[in-house]
């Protein structure tokens, strides 16, 4: 299994970098997280036809995790894709991405491609033998997902957006890669943990109890010019002891 980033900022972008989002790779199969930037730009820059993108998941309903699902399908249907596309969410973020996409009277398009929209709070879907999805809830202002994604050789997990949360831990024990967001500093981690986030160090605490071997950070408030990905690095290792990683956008990472 493969991870490309196609973005690792916050709600703010930064001139080099778009919103979280990453693409997961595996025997030939690909899965979208999140839909920012300009999916189908992205996928056609790492060599993936977006015409055989298998599976989108949306986390929640956040402007910066949805706001290009819209300009995917659009751009998909303009390309005539034919194969379907599955699109895994939450009950309320399915909601607000239909009402999304219905703005512009995507889902009514003549011959669009077919859609299956998987609606799970807390649970799986197998995407084909040996390839399972889990949803299950965090800890944000709306509702959100966390996520892993299982194959029969390895695991990742990923927080969302949260404050720290038992779930992201309880899914993450056994997984190789723990994908956590990372919004700010050690000081600031009370007003964060009031707003559903989490810092550095807190990512790096719920990846040393799971036992996973690789922590990724992600989603830095690049608003914040005080804040810098070292400080996170910094941060993450004075409670994690394994590696961490601050990914660069489109390039592969072996899980
Ligand atoms: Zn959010």
């Not at 690792?8 to 595996?26: P, R």
């Not at 751009?75 to 596309?85: D, F, V």
């Amino acid at each position: 299994m493969n991870i490309v980033f196609f973005g690792t900022s916050g709600g703010v972008q930064s001139a080099e970098d778009s919103n979280v989002s990453f693409l997961i790779l595996y025997q030939g199969n690909s899965i979208l997280v999140d839909v920012s930037g300009s999916p189908v730009q992205s996928l056609k820059k790492v060599g993936i036809n977006p015409l055989e993108l298998d599976c989108v998941v949306i986390t929640h309903e956040h402007t910066d995790h949805i706001y290009a699902l819209p300009s995917l399908i659009h751009n998909l249907w303009l390309m005539k894709r034919e194969k379907p596309l599955t699109i895994i969410t939450n009950t309320s973020t399915e909601r607000k991405a239909k009402e999304l996409c219905n703005l512009f009277s995507l889902l009514s398009r003549e011959a669009l491609f077919p859609m299956k929209w998987v609606s799970i709070e807390e649970g799986k879907h197998v995407v084909e033998p040996g390839v399972e999805i889990s949803l299950f809830p965090v800890v944000h202002s709306v509702s959100t997902s966390g996520l892993k994604i299982s194959t029969s050789y390895s695991s990742i997990v990923y927080s969302s957006d949260t404050s720290p949360c038992e779930k992201v831990g309880l899914y993450a024990k056994g997984a190789k890669m723990l994908i956590h967001e990372s919004s700010g500093s050690v000081g600031e981690e009370n007003v964060l943990n009031k707003s559903g986030h989490s810092s550095a160090r807190q990512a790096g605490e719920i990846a040393e109890r799971a036992g996973v071997k690789t922590l990724v950070l992600c989603h830095f408030d690049f608003s914040k010019r005080e804040y810098s990905t070292e400080q996170a690095i910094s941060e993450a290792k004075s409670a994690f002891r394994g590696l961490i990683i601050i990914p660069d956008s489109f390039k592969s990472y072996l899980i």
